[in-house]
């Protein structure tokens, strides 16, 4: 299980504005995966390497929809090579990042032998041999 795509404006100006947020969750396995969750998050990052961030503390808010079970949202699984895109996530920004960014990112997590995790309420028994593909970033800037 993987993301199977995650995008969003990388610069953003005029405040305060909403985007969307694309997520595209693929089961890249050869099991029907039953609970598959996901979240995304945002850490500002030093990216004019100053020693200080510059990205105000809540000034990035997402969604409900940013986060939640993706095989719930399809009807309560994902096929193998099964795609579920998540409908109405959305960042919004309230503030400039001043010259670093925020790190935006996708986690996902399926709920099998080996992925169970506390928000998991099922256990499908399946095993993610390539966790390589389950977290995504991408980098916003922000500006007035």
């Known amino acids: 299980m993987a993301g199977g795509g995650f995008r969003t404006a990388a610069k953003v100006k005029g405040l305060p504005v909403t985007n969307t947020v694309v997520i595209k969750i ?4 050869t099991c029907a995966e039953t609970e598959v969750r996901y979240t995304v998050t945002a850490t500002c990052v030093d990216a004019n390497f100053n020693g200080t961030l510059d990205c105000v503390p809540g000034s990035i808010t997402f969604s409900a929809a940013c ?3 993706a095989a719930a949202l ?4 994902i096929a193998p090579n099964g795609t579920v895109s998540i409908p109405g996530c959305t960042v919004t920004y309230t503030a400039p990042t001043g010259g670093d960014q925020w790190l935006l990112t996708l986690l996902v997590s399926h709920c099998g032998a080996d992925g169970f995790t506390d928000s998991c309420t099922t256990n499908d028994g399946g095993i993610d041999f390539n966790t390589s ?6 980098k916003v800037s922000v500006s007035p």
């Open 133 to 138: 593909n389950n977290i995504s970033t991408r």
């Open 67 to 69: 986060t939640g079970d």
């Open 26 to 29: 693929k089961n890249f396995g």
């Open 74 to 77: 399809n009807g309560g699984s």
